[in-house]
Protein backbone atom coordinates (compact mmCIF):
# COMPACT_ATOMS: atom_id res chain seq x y z
CA UNK A 1 0.00 0.00 0.00
CA UNK A 2 1.24 3.63 -0.33
CA UNK A 3 0.27 6.94 0.43
CA UNK A 4 -1.75 9.29 -1.85
CA UNK A 5 -1.18 12.84 -1.90
CA UNK A 6 -3.60 14.91 -0.26
CA UNK A 7 -6.19 16.37 -3.28
CA UNK A 8 -8.46 19.50 -2.96
CA UNK A 9 -11.91 19.22 -4.72
CA UNK A 10 -13.36 22.58 -4.62
CA UNK A 11 -12.57 25.81 -2.36
CA UNK A 12 -14.97 24.21 0.32
CA UNK A 13 -14.46 20.26 0.36
CA UNK A 14 -11.80 18.78 0.87
CA UNK A 15 -10.76 14.51 -0.16
CA UNK A 16 -7.64 13.30 1.70
CA UNK A 17 -6.91 9.92 0.31
CA UNK A 18 -5.24 7.79 3.30
CA UNK A 19 -4.03 4.51 1.35
CA UNK A 20 -4.19 3.34 -2.37
CA UNK A 21 -2.66 0.77 -4.21
CA UNK A 22 -0.98 2.19 -7.38
CA UNK A 23 0.61 0.67 -10.25
CA UNK A 24 3.78 1.82 -11.99
CA UNK A 25 3.32 4.01 -14.89
CA UNK A 26 -0.88 4.65 -14.51
CA UNK A 27 -1.66 8.07 -16.29
CA UNK A 28 -4.50 9.91 -14.53
CA UNK A 29 -7.92 10.36 -16.03
CA UNK A 30 -9.94 12.98 -17.34
CA UNK A 31 -11.79 15.37 -15.67
CA UNK A 32 -14.91 13.95 -14.76
CA UNK A 33 -18.08 16.41 -16.08
CA UNK A 34 -20.91 14.22 -14.20
CA UNK A 35 -20.02 15.20 -10.99
CA UNK A 36 -23.32 17.73 -10.66
CA UNK A 37 -25.48 14.68 -12.11
CA UNK A 38 -24.44 12.60 -9.41
CA UNK A 39 -25.35 15.20 -6.80
CA UNK A 40 -28.30 15.29 -8.26
CA UNK A 41 -29.01 11.67 -7.58
CA UNK A 42 -27.53 11.37 -4.19
CA UNK A 43 -29.84 14.18 -3.14
CA UNK A 44 -33.17 12.43 -3.36
CA UNK A 45 -32.89 10.40 -0.12
CA UNK A 46 -31.67 11.71 3.33
CA UNK A 47 -31.30 7.79 4.81
CA UNK A 48 -27.99 7.37 4.96
CA UNK A 49 -28.27 3.61 3.66
CA UNK A 50 -29.62 4.38 0.57
CA UNK A 51 -26.93 7.34 -0.16
CA UNK A 52 -24.55 4.82 0.19
CA UNK A 53 -26.75 2.05 -1.91
CA UNK A 54 -27.25 4.74 -4.58
CA UNK A 55 -23.74 5.79 -4.15
CA UNK A 56 -22.32 2.34 -4.97
CA UNK A 57 -24.13 1.48 -7.53
CA UNK A 58 -23.73 4.71 -9.30
CA UNK A 59 -19.86 4.44 -9.16
CA UNK A 60 -19.36 0.91 -10.54
CA UNK A 61 -20.82 2.04 -14.06
CA UNK A 62 -17.34 4.06 -13.58
CA UNK A 63 -14.68 1.72 -11.76
CA UNK A 64 -15.18 -2.12 -11.21
CA UNK A 65 -14.97 -2.28 -7.25
CA UNK A 66 -16.15 -5.22 -5.03
CA UNK A 67 -16.94 -3.30 -1.34
CA UNK A 68 -17.87 0.30 0.01
CA UNK A 69 -17.43 0.90 3.84
CA UNK A 70 -18.45 4.22 5.30
CA UNK A 71 -17.11 5.33 8.97
CA UNK A 72 -17.79 8.09 11.25
CA UNK A 73 -16.61 7.35 14.69
CA UNK A 74 -18.14 10.29 16.16
CA UNK A 75 -20.96 9.49 15.21
CA UNK A 76 -20.79 5.78 15.95
CA UNK A 77 -21.62 4.99 12.65
CA UNK A 78 -19.37 1.93 10.18
CA UNK A 79 -21.85 0.62 7.50
CA UNK A 80 -20.14 -1.87 4.57
CA UNK A 81 -21.64 -2.60 1.43
CA UNK A 82 -20.66 -5.16 -0.85
CA UNK A 83 -17.48 -7.96 -0.08
CA UNK A 84 -14.39 -6.87 1.63
CA UNK A 85 -11.23 -7.72 -0.63
CA UNK A 86 -7.99 -7.24 -0.48
CA UNK A 87 -6.76 -4.26 -2.04
CA UNK A 88 -8.01 -0.85 -0.73
CA UNK A 89 -8.46 2.99 -1.00
CA UNK A 90 -9.71 5.22 1.49
CA UNK A 91 -10.46 8.99 1.52
CA UNK A 92 -10.99 11.10 4.57
CA UNK A 93 -14.13 13.34 3.89
CA UNK A 94 -14.13 17.12 5.30
CA UNK A 95 -16.27 20.66 4.65
CA UNK A 96 -15.18 23.90 5.98
CA UNK A 97 -12.68 21.81 8.58
CA UNK A 98 -15.80 19.64 9.49
CA UNK A 99 -14.79 16.21 9.30
CA UNK A 100 -18.01 13.94 7.55
CA UNK A 101 -16.14 10.67 8.21
CA UNK A 102 -14.12 8.14 6.01
CA UNK A 103 -15.25 6.25 2.65
CA UNK A 104 -13.30 3.29 1.07
CA UNK A 105 -13.06 0.90 -1.48
CA UNK A 106 -12.07 -2.54 -2.15
CA UNK A 107 -11.30 -5.59 -4.07
CA UNK A 108 -9.20 -7.97 -5.29
CA UNK A 109 -6.85 -6.36 -7.29
CA UNK A 110 -5.20 -2.43 -7.12
CA UNK A 111 -6.86 0.63 -7.66
CA UNK A 112 -4.85 2.00 -11.60
CA UNK A 113 -4.36 5.64 -10.38
CA UNK A 114 -6.55 7.33 -13.06
CA UNK A 115 -9.18 4.70 -11.23
CA UNK A 116 -8.47 6.89 -8.31
CA UNK A 117 -8.46 10.17 -9.87
CA UNK A 118 -11.68 9.22 -11.15
CA UNK A 119 -13.33 8.28 -7.65
CA UNK A 120 -11.73 11.35 -6.50
CA UNK A 121 -13.40 13.38 -8.86
CA UNK A 122 -16.98 11.40 -8.12
CA UNK A 123 -16.79 11.84 -4.82
CA UNK A 124 -16.87 15.12 -4.78
CA UNK A 125 -20.47 15.08 -5.48
CA UNK A 126 -21.09 13.02 -1.99
CA UNK A 127 -19.62 15.96 0.19
CA UNK A 128 -22.82 18.11 0.49
CA UNK A 129 -25.88 14.78 0.42
CA UNK A 130 -23.36 13.41 2.76
CA UNK A 131 -23.62 16.06 5.26
CA UNK A 132 -27.71 16.62 4.86
CA UNK A 133 -27.62 12.92 5.32
CA UNK A 134 -25.58 13.19 8.71
CA UNK A 135 -27.16 16.08 9.94
CA UNK A 136 -30.80 14.50 9.48
CA UNK A 137 -29.61 11.35 11.55
CA UNK A 138 -28.15 13.61 13.86
CA UNK A 139 -31.42 15.25 14.31
CA UNK A 140 -33.57 12.01 14.95
CA UNK A 141 -30.81 10.71 17.24
CA UNK A 142 -31.30 14.04 19.28
CA UNK A 143 -34.97 13.49 19.25
CA UNK A 144 -34.41 10.07 21.00
CA UNK A 145 -32.64 10.69 23.36
CA UNK A 146 -33.51 12.08 27.08
CA UNK A 147 -31.05 15.50 27.28
CA UNK A 148 -30.88 15.14 31.26
CA UNK A 149 -29.33 11.89 31.52
CA UNK A 150 -28.48 11.14 27.91
CA UNK A 151 -29.98 7.41 27.93
CA UNK A 152 -32.68 7.01 24.97
CA UNK A 153 -35.91 8.20 25.75
CA UNK A 154 -39.49 6.66 25.79
CA UNK A 155 -39.99 7.11 22.25
CA UNK A 156 -36.80 5.57 21.60
CA UNK A 157 -38.31 2.43 23.70
CA UNK A 158 -41.13 1.88 21.90
CA UNK A 159 -39.89 1.58 19.12
CA UNK A 160 -37.13 -0.58 19.90
CA UNK A 161 -39.07 -3.05 22.19
CA UNK A 162 -41.10 -3.82 19.38
CA UNK A 163 -38.50 -4.61 16.98
CA UNK A 164 -36.63 -6.50 19.25
CA UNK A 165 -39.47 -8.34 20.37
CA UNK A 166 -40.25 -9.19 16.58
CA UNK A 167 -37.40 -9.82 15.92
CA UNK A 168 -36.18 -12.32 19.06
CA UNK A 169 -39.71 -14.12 18.04
CA UNK A 170 -39.07 -14.78 14.13
CA UNK A 171 -35.45 -15.63 15.00
CA UNK A 172 -36.38 -17.86 18.32
CA UNK A 173 -33.56 -15.53 20.15
CA UNK A 174 -33.84 -15.12 23.97
CA UNK A 175 -34.58 -11.26 24.99
CA UNK A 176 -34.70 -10.05 28.56
CA UNK A 177 -35.68 -6.43 29.88
CA UNK A 178 -34.57 -5.03 33.38
CA UNK A 179 -36.66 -2.70 35.06
CA UNK A 180 -35.56 -0.36 37.97
CA UNK A 181 -36.23 2.31 39.70
CA UNK A 182 -34.48 4.81 42.36
CA UNK A 183 -35.62 4.05 45.80
CA UNK A 184 -36.99 6.64 48.18
CA UNK A 185 -36.28 9.03 44.81
CA UNK A 186 -39.04 12.26 45.61
CA UNK A 187 -37.15 11.99 49.38
CA UNK A 188 -34.13 13.01 47.62
CA UNK A 189 -36.19 15.68 45.63
CA UNK A 190 -38.20 16.42 48.73
CA UNK A 191 -34.79 17.05 51.08
CA UNK A 192 -31.75 18.37 48.62
CA UNK A 193 -34.11 19.71 46.05
CA UNK A 194 -34.73 19.06 42.45
CA UNK A 195 -30.95 20.24 41.37
CA UNK A 196 -29.82 17.24 43.19
CA UNK A 197 -32.43 15.21 41.90
CA UNK A 198 -31.12 16.10 38.68
CA UNK A 199 -27.90 14.86 39.64
CA UNK A 200 -29.17 11.81 40.83
CA UNK A 201 -30.29 10.55 37.88
CA UNK A 202 -27.45 11.78 35.81
CA UNK A 203 -25.55 9.21 38.37
CA UNK A 204 -27.85 6.39 37.85
CA UNK A 205 -28.04 6.38 34.66
CA UNK A 206 -24.55 6.95 33.98
CA UNK A 207 -23.70 4.05 36.64
CA UNK A 208 -26.00 1.80 34.64
CA UNK A 209 -24.77 2.67 31.48
CA UNK A 210 -21.25 1.45 32.54
CA UNK A 211 -22.39 -1.82 34.20
CA UNK A 212 -23.82 -3.24 31.25
CA UNK A 213 -22.69 -4.52 28.03
CA UNK A 214 -22.22 -2.51 24.69
CA UNK A 215 -24.60 -4.35 22.80
CA UNK A 216 -27.62 -3.89 25.78
CA UNK A 217 -29.79 -0.44 25.64
CA UNK A 218 -30.62 1.85 28.23
CA UNK A 219 -33.67 3.59 27.95
CA UNK A 220 -35.20 6.36 30.92
CA UNK A 221 -38.94 5.12 31.08
CA UNK A 222 -40.39 8.61 32.99
CA UNK A 223 -39.34 9.64 35.86
CA UNK A 224 -36.68 7.53 38.24
CA UNK A 225 -37.83 4.37 36.35
CA UNK A 226 -34.90 3.22 33.67
CA UNK A 227 -35.44 0.12 31.19
CA UNK A 228 -32.32 -2.41 30.46
CA UNK A 229 -33.13 -4.09 26.32
CA UNK A 230 -30.77 -7.45 26.69
CA UNK A 231 -30.56 -8.55 23.09
CA UNK A 232 -29.90 -12.60 23.14
CA UNK A 233 -29.80 -13.03 26.99
CA UNK A 234 -31.37 -15.59 29.20
CA UNK A 235 -33.00 -14.41 32.16
CA UNK A 236 -29.84 -16.55 34.41
CA UNK A 237 -27.35 -13.92 32.72
CA UNK A 238 -30.25 -10.86 32.89
CA UNK A 239 -30.44 -11.59 36.60
CA UNK A 240 -26.20 -11.99 37.50
CA UNK A 241 -26.30 -7.91 35.06
CA UNK A 242 -28.86 -6.59 37.53
CA UNK A 243 -27.11 -7.39 40.45
CA UNK A 244 -23.90 -5.83 39.16
CA UNK A 245 -26.13 -3.17 38.55
CA UNK A 246 -27.79 -2.94 41.91
CA UNK A 247 -24.10 -3.20 43.47
CA UNK A 248 -22.43 -0.88 41.60
CA UNK A 249 -25.01 1.74 42.26
CA UNK A 250 -25.20 0.60 45.80
CA UNK A 251 -21.57 1.98 46.20
CA UNK A 252 -22.46 5.48 44.23
CA UNK A 253 -21.93 8.61 46.57
CA UNK A 254 -23.06 12.03 45.90
CA UNK A 255 -21.78 15.37 46.88
CA UNK A 256 -25.40 16.95 46.42
CA UNK A 257 -27.15 14.62 48.70
CA UNK A 258 -24.60 14.79 51.80
CA UNK A 259 -22.87 11.81 50.72
CA UNK A 260 -26.02 9.80 51.62
CA UNK A 261 -26.16 6.30 49.50
CA UNK A 262 -28.74 5.62 46.98
CA UNK A 263 -29.88 2.18 46.05
CA UNK A 264 -32.24 1.05 43.06
CA UNK A 265 -34.34 -1.89 42.91
CA UNK A 266 -34.59 -4.31 40.17
CA UNK A 267 -37.27 -6.58 38.34
CA UNK A 268 -36.24 -8.75 35.56
CA UNK A 269 -38.06 -11.20 32.71
CA UNK A 270 -36.81 -13.22 30.05
CA UNK A 271 -39.55 -13.11 26.68
CA UNK A 272 -41.57 -15.88 26.34
CA UNK A 273 -42.80 -17.52 23.36
CA UNK A 274 -46.44 -15.74 23.71
CA UNK A 275 -45.31 -12.21 24.87
CA UNK A 276 -46.09 -9.16 22.94
CA UNK A 277 -44.18 -6.00 24.14
CA UNK A 278 -47.35 -5.09 26.86
CA UNK A 279 -47.08 -8.53 28.21
CA UNK A 280 -43.42 -8.61 28.76
CA UNK A 281 -43.05 -4.72 30.02
CA UNK A 282 -46.24 -5.87 32.72
CA UNK A 283 -44.71 -8.79 33.97
CA UNK A 284 -41.13 -6.89 34.42
CA UNK A 285 -42.56 -4.31 35.80
CA UNK A 286 -44.56 -6.58 38.59
CA UNK A 287 -41.19 -7.76 39.31
CA UNK A 288 -39.79 -4.37 39.91
CA UNK A 289 -42.80 -3.74 42.13
CA UNK A 290 -42.23 -6.79 44.22
CA UNK A 291 -38.81 -5.84 44.54
CA UNK A 292 -40.01 -2.61 46.08
CA UNK A 293 -42.57 -3.96 48.53
CA UNK A 294 -40.30 -6.33 49.74
CA UNK A 295 -38.03 -4.05 50.98
CA UNK A 296 -35.97 -2.53 48.10
CA UNK A 297 -32.53 -2.88 47.29
CA UNK A 298 -33.09 -5.79 45.65
CA UNK A 299 -33.76 -7.68 42.32
CA UNK A 300 -36.85 -9.99 41.90
CA UNK A 301 -37.42 -12.32 38.81
CA UNK A 302 -40.90 -12.91 36.80
Same mark, same amino acid.
Not at 129 to 157: C, F, K, W
Not at 244 to 269: C, D, F, Y
Given at each position: ?????????????????????????????????????????????????????????????????????????????????????????????????????????????????????????????????????? #????? *?? +???? %??? @????? /??????????????????????????????????????????????????????????????????????? #????? *?? +???? %??? @????? /???????????????????????????????????????????????????????????
Amino acid at each position: MTTAPRLMSNDFSTLYPITGGLLPGDDKAPPITGTLELTQVLQTTLDLDELLTILMQELKTHVTFDGLRYSNSALCIDLSKGEIARHSVTYKLTIQDHVLGEIGFTRSRKFRSAEMHLLENLLAALIYPLRNSL #EYQRV *LH +QALI %DPL @TGANN /RAAMDMVLQREVELARRNKQPLSVLLLDIDFFKLVNDTYGHSAGDLCLQAVAGCVQDSIRGSDLLFRCGGE #EFLVL *LS +QTRQ %DGA @TLLAE /RVRQNVAELTLKATGGERISVSLGVSEMLGEDTVQSLFERTDKALYKAKRTGRNKVEVL
